[in-house]
């Protein structure tokens, strides 16, 4: 049998054909920069670190000098394991064109000189209570009116509480943005939206062409690895002899989220994503764009299920796969529609068997609180996948492509709005301007001249923002400065 042969036994798809979609979602969901955009998501990279630099000044509570974790993808597509409402989503191509989560550090408990002890002792596996009674004055202090005090066994503790941390982080940070958009400077990117979500606040930029969504999480941040954990670092994995395990284990987060039978007010969850970005980049490429394809048709299909089958679910699900399946296999193009119809057989599995271990921590289960007539529910809606997976890959790739075509329309009216800004004739004619023209493209030519110097054999740019001339931007190898 030849590979235009293959068909799915229990679906009747063409192998091929699945193969095809899955590689036309790709191109589609692929989103490569040119310089133009590079500038512009990066000039909105460094704004949202000002509005947080702001953040820091308002009342002193965040660190001064912050470690800040950016990763690919919304909270709303299982970049974290938090709960997110999914009502007041905001949609790709209509409201923002790239999103990100960023992991913002209220506290970062490895600048102490002293160990920190996790209270696990109220908690299921992966998950904590964090007590202040450990920290100076001026710590519990600072943070008091955001702690809760539990008294246990006669003795009377303040433990931080995610809801009001949340609460107080997206008060600030609102407060903030509302005082920068009265302020709005010329060639600042322009703060379109400002959202809070319980655990997550959500701010859309707009700069140049592109917008982006940033969702920011206040966390707590660890360096090295919880004795929880120590477990999974004996089992085999598909990383092992790639990358050295002390890359793997740098560091791990406490989130603002809570278990099924936790304490709301005190409970945070563990958070691995720092090992996650870096075990991510030894997974094959043909299997992330499987991964991609699958996690679109799946959110598409769950819809209001994603509360109870959380998108960090699937992710889950991708590192255990690579741990159990072989990586020249996941490797393969030609393998790419068998790992997609395994995905969502997996998903499958894990209702039917109510269990999905969470990959670093594998005693907890994230799907142990499932009762019989919620699997049924959810068993019915994989099933309709399964029995058509092409239609769902192709009813993903007609949202993606929709998503892109508006990103392409707004780009290109916001394009069109420039070009016709800059051939209007000023008011008062043009010579006023021609000397100080004439004295800025001298500095910058004198600054290009000087990183010549500095940067022998570099590839290097300039980048003007329409809008506020005065401010150049500088690529050097595709970093900016």
């Known amino acids: 049998m030849t590979d235009m042969d293959r068909v799915d036994f229990r679906s009747g798809c063409d192998m091929k054909s699945l193969e095809n979609l ?16 590079a500038m512009e998501v990066h000039s909105m990279k460094e704004h949202i670190f000002n509005i947080l630099g702001d953040v820091q000044k308002a009342d002193g509570k965040l660190p001064v000098a912050n470690e800040y974790l950016l990763l690919s993808g919304g909270s709303r597509d299982g970049t974290l394991d938090v709960e997110v409402d999914a009502q007041c989503e905001y949609t790709r191509g209509n409201d923002f064109d790239l999103d990100y989560t960023l992991l913002v550090p209220i506290l970062k408990l490895h600048d102490r ?4 002890v996790l209270d696990m002792r109220h908690s299921t596996p992966c998950h904590s209570w964090l007590s202040l009674r450990l920290f100076d004055d001026d710590t519990v202090m600072k943070w008091e009116s955001c702690c809760c005090i539990v008294e246990h066994q006669n003795e009377k503790n303040h433990y931080l509480s995610p809801p009001k941390v949340c609460q107080w982080f997206s008060e600030t940070v609102t407060q903030v943005v509302q005082s920068m958009q009265k302020s709005h400077r010329q060639g600042d990117p322009l703060i379109t939206e400002i959202h809070s979500n319980g655990s997550v606040t959500t701010i859309i930029l707009a700069y140049g062409g592109t917008r982006i969504m940033y969702d920011l999480v206040p966390v707590i941040s660890f360096r090295g690895w919880p004795a929880v954990a120590m477990g999974w670092l004996t089992e085999n ?21 809570c278990s099924t039978v936790g304490r709301k007010d005190v409970e945070w969850r563990l958070s691995f994503s720092r090992s996650e970005v870096q075990l991510k980049r030894f997974i094959p490429e043909a299997f992330m764009k499987t991964f991609y394809a699958f996690k679109a048709i799946m959110n598409r299909a769950l819809g209001r299920h994603t509360k109870i089958v959380k998108p960090y679910i699937l ?9 159990r399946v072989k990586l020249q296999c996941l490797a393969s193009d030609d393998n790419v529609p068998d790992t997609l119809l395994g995905l969502i057989d997996d998903v499958l599995q894990c209702l039917l068997s109510r269990s999905c271990p969470n990959y670093f921590i594998p005693q907890y289960n994230m799907l142990s609180h499932l009762d019989d007539q919620t699997v049924l529910k959810l068993c019915q809606v994989v099933l309709m996948v399964r029995s058509d997976p092409a239609e769902h890959v192709r009813n993903a790739v007609d949202q993606v492509k929709a998503a892109r075509e508006m ?5 290109d009216n916001n394009l069109k709005r420039r070009t016709s800004l800059h051939n209007k004739p000023a008011q008062n004619g043009v010579g006023g301007k021609v000397g100080s023209n004439s004295r800025q493209e ?6 290009m001249r000087k990183l010549v110097d500095e940067n022998p054999g570099k590839s290097i ?21």
């Open 22 to 37: 899955v590689n036309v979602f790709d191109e589609y969901d692929r989103h490569e920069f040119d310089d133009c955009m």
């Open 442 to 447: 001298m500095d910058i030519a004198e600054r």
């Open 315 to 323: 992710r889950a699900l991708l590192l255990w796969a690579c741990d």
């Open 407 to 411: 990103t392409k329309e707004y780009r």
């Open 113 to 116: 000189n002293q160990p920190v």
């Open 237 to 257: 994995h598909y990383w092992d002899g790639i990358i050295p395990e002390e890359e793997v284990i740098t560091g791990f987060h406490l989130v603002p989220a």
């Open 461 to 481: 740019s300039v980048f003007l923002n329409p809008e506020d001339g005065s401010t150049p931007h500088f690529r050097i190898d595709g970093k900016f400065y």
